[in-house]
């Protein structure tokens, strides 16, 4: 099956700090990177869905000055968390989506711990 | 508002048993996915369904897009099917593309 990577896989920073994670499809051309985050013990929820070469569609209360998401290319999607805060500590998957397909394949995810 | 409820939320059952997970959403869907979610965090898409019903191994998964509802499905249940079985959704919405995820069910199989 395709395969999606995420790095890092965890990351621990101070909070005032940015943070970037990567999302890598390894064996296709994803058009749409979904990032979605997911705190203990809850459901994940969409954070914001990009397309490559346009700008993201941020959900409902989703600062996108805050999270910056980059698809610069149809197998790299970047998510930088901004002046990080102790709130922002999560599991922060990734997912992607062939042109016209159904399925998402989704990233190991990373998490985040901001001190 | 799209609203995905799965239950039970958790379950604990012994080896060999036939396992049913049930998830049931509020809007009209263009898809339904059954996701696994292993301890470490990572996810494995199991099932993608429109209607009817698909079947991989031990795992079947039933859509009836009428009543809203799926259920997935695990028969001769093992040790290793260990996990949190997430239904997630897509709406019909237009502009609607990411997934709507219910909470999960956390399921335990004792040998």
């Known amino acids: 099956g395709a395969v999606v990577s995420q790095h890092p896989s965890r990351v621990i920073c101070k909070s005032g700090t940015s943070v970037k994670i990567e999302c890598r499809s390894l064996?296709?051309?994803?058009?749409?990177m979904f990032w979605y985050r997911q705190f203990p013990k809850q459901s994940l929820m969409l954070m914001a869905t990009s397309n490559e070469g346009s700008k993201a569609t941020y959900e409902q209360g989703v600062e996108k000055d805050k999270f910056l998401i980059n698809h610069a290319s149809l197998t790299l999607s970047t998510l930088t968390v901004t002046s990080a805060h102790p709130e922002d500590s999560s599991f922060y998957i990734c997912?992607?989506?062939?042109?016209?397909?159904?399925?998402?394949?989704f990233g190991p995810g990373t998490r985040l711990l901001v001190l | 508002k799209n609203e995905v409820e799965q239950s039970p939320q958790n379950l604990t059952a012994q080896e060999g048993e036939f396992i049913t997970i049930n998830c049931s959403y509020s809007?009209?869907?263009?898809?339904l996915h059954w996701l696994q979610q292993h301890p470490g965090g990572g996810i494995v898409s199991l099932f993608m369904l429109s209607s009817g019903k698909k079947k991989h191994g031990r795992l079947i998964a039933t859509i009836n897009i009428q009543e809203k509802h799926s259920s997935l499905h695990i028969t001769a249940s093992h040790p290793r099917d260990s996990a949190v079985y997430i239904c997630?959704?897509?709406?019909?919405?237009?502009?609607?593309?990411?997934?709507?995820f219910g909470k999960g069910t956390h399921l335990i199989i004792q040998p």
């Open positions: 997630a959704v897509r709406s019909l919405d237009a502009g609607a593309d990411g997934l709507t």
């Open positions: 809007v009209g869907i263009s898809a």
């Open positions: 997912s992607a989506r062939r042109g016209g397909a159904e399925t998402q394949y």
């Open positions: 064996d296709f051309q994803a058009t749409t």
